[in-house]
Structures are given as C-alpha cells and as structure tokens.
C-alpha cells in the first residue's frame, strides 16, 4: 500500500466515525479532505493529504462537550502543550462552505501549532443545514467562554486568545474578532461568566466582505444567511468582518491561495488597520489551490506563517 492511499483509507475511517458520533438529523458530505484531494489531483500530482501526528510534549483529548442545545451536543478538541508554563490558546474553526465540513480536518494543524508551545482547539459548530447565521458565530464564541472558563486544566492564559480559521471558517474567525465585545454577537443564554474576546485573528482564505467587487458568493453564502444579496442585504452586510473593522480589531494575519476572491475585503480592511496602526500581516501561497492548508506541500508553508505570526503577536516582549 502505498503512502497516499494510506491517507485515504485514515480519512474514511475517520469521517465514517465522525459521522456515527453525530447527533444531526442532517450531514453534508459535500466537503472532505478526499473530495478535495481528488478535485486538486490532476492539476497538482505532487498533492499529499496531511496526516495527524503524534507529538511527545502534546496532550490530546477528544469529544468534550463544551455546549449543549437541547439534547444537542457540541464538541471540541483540545491538543495543549505540556508545558507548565501559562500558554497562548488558539481556537481553530474548519472551512466547508458554511454546510459542510468538521474539526477532524483541523487536527493536523492544531497538534503542529501545539507542538510550539500552544494550546489549541477544533470546535464543532452548527452548519447551515441545522441552524443559519449567526447561530454557528454564537456556537464558536460559546467555545472561547468554555475554553476560558477552564483555563487553568489547559494552562492557559486568558489574555493571548487566537482565533483562526479555514475558508468559511475564516471568514467566521475574522467576523468573530471584529466583534469583540459587540453585543448584537454575544447569546444571552451562556452559562459561563467569561468574555469571548479574542487577541488575534487568523484568516485563511476566508472571505471578509460579502457584498464586495471581489466576492463570488452565491448559494453557499445564501443558506447560511438567509437568502441572497437582494434579499437579505443587511444579513450580508453583518456577517462582513469589514463591516465592523475598527479601532479595537485585534492584529491580523492574512493567509491567501492564488485566487483573490476567498479574501475579498483584504485591502479594504487592511487600510482600516493601518488607519489605527493595529498589526496586519498577508501572505500568499503561490500556485496554490483552495484548501491548501490540508495538503503537503503547502502545509509547512502555512504552519510556519501562523507560528511565526502567533510568537510575535504573543511571545515577544
């Protein structure tokens, strides 16, 4: 057997478990790691999909409850270094078109992240299929009070908190820490007395404005928000992480493919950040696919970025 079917055959096994776990009546398989792989293969035959690792100074636990809505439970993943010391945390959100997706695919990157001095988390949230926006926002920021609520089983510092997501996932990042402390954002029904303030923010390739000359969000966009552009332009508008670009968005890192289009709104928000000298950073991955960040040989590339970016934005005095 060869080392790339090796990867197919782990993430079968691990989506068909994901699958069995869940407790939604409805499950978009639309989006995998193989359906990925195999749509970039013809085009990139260097692809590899990359494997969960093992690491020695990383503790991993599984499926822990952090939310419950009615008998529906939401899980996350923690992967937190051993260290004693008190550790930045950074909360890792899965792309998949706001319909489709899970955390197993951020498993990869979080125990990397991890294994340099952090504590990270791959949260579970509501697709659309289940509830539409803002309900996984609230779900995600329910995530951050829970994490912060037990700060001290993880040795966390509550003061360096970073959110980081993939695709929708970072255009949901993104939207979560342009509102810090914006009460239209916060449900009213949490249980923990803690903030879900965040310090920075990590956007891979999500999109940060939907109405937008560079955006080509369509059906995808629609079911999470209610409806199209027309409809629902207010919706649209809200859900934009630009629309709440301010003098309190925390520093920013940009990860970017070849396609402009997944960060639509980067240059805009970015000439707001400079406005207010708050920190920004933009990357791109060259000759890159959407997804790149699951798939060998561009994930080094992007884990360097996110560590180098994360030990300044934390680490340094």
């Known amino acids: 057997m060869n080392l790339k079917s090796s990867h197919i055959i782990f993430f079968f096994l691990v989506f068909a478990f994901h699958v069995n776990s869940q407790q939604m009546k409805t499950i978009d398989t639309s989006y995998t790691v193989y359906s990925s792989y195999t749509k970039y293969l013809k085009k990139f035959p260097e692809i590899e999909i990359v494997n969960p690792q093992i690491f020695d100074n990383v503790v991993e636990k599984k499926e822990i409850v952090y939310n419950e809505i009615g008998e529906r439970k939401l899980h996350l993943d923690a992967f937190y270094n051993k260290s004693k010391e008190l550790k930045p945390a950074v909360i890792l959100v899965h792309g998949g078109g706001w319909k489709s997706g899970n955390k197993l695919h951020m498993q990869p990157m979080a125990q990397h992240i991890a294994s340099n001095g952090y504590a990270c988390f791959s949260v579970e949230y509501r697709l659309s299929p289940e509830a539409i926006f803002p309900a996984g926002i609230f779900d995600i920021k329910n995530a951050i009070q829970f994490i912060k609520e037990h ?167």
């Open 151 to 317: 700060s001290k089983e993880f040795n966390i510092d509550v003061t360096k908190i970073a959110i980081l997501g993939c695709s929708s996932g970072g255009q949901m990042a993104a939207l979560i820490g342009a509102t810090n402390n914006n009460v239209n954002f916060e449900e009213g029904n949490s249980k923990y007395n803690q903030s879900s303030e965040v310090n920075a923010i990590i956007d891979i390739d999500g999109i940060l404005a939907f109405n937008h000359p560079e955006s080509e969000e369509g059906e995808m966009a629609s079911l999470w928000l209610g409806g199209n552009s027309k409809d629902k332009i207010e919706t649209w508008t809200e859900a934009s992480a630009l629309s709440h670009t301010n003098k309190n968005t925390p520093p920013i890192l940009f990860i970017g493919s070849q396609y402009p289009r997944f960060l639509a709104g980067k240059d805009d928000m970015i000439e707001i950040l400079n406005k207010y000298s708050i920190f920004n950073q933009a990357e791109k991955i060259e000759n890159s696919p959407h997804s790149f960040w699951l798939f060998h040989p561009w994930f080094k590339e992007t884990v360097q970025y996110i560590t180098n970016f994360l030990d300044k934005i934390f680490k340094e005095k």
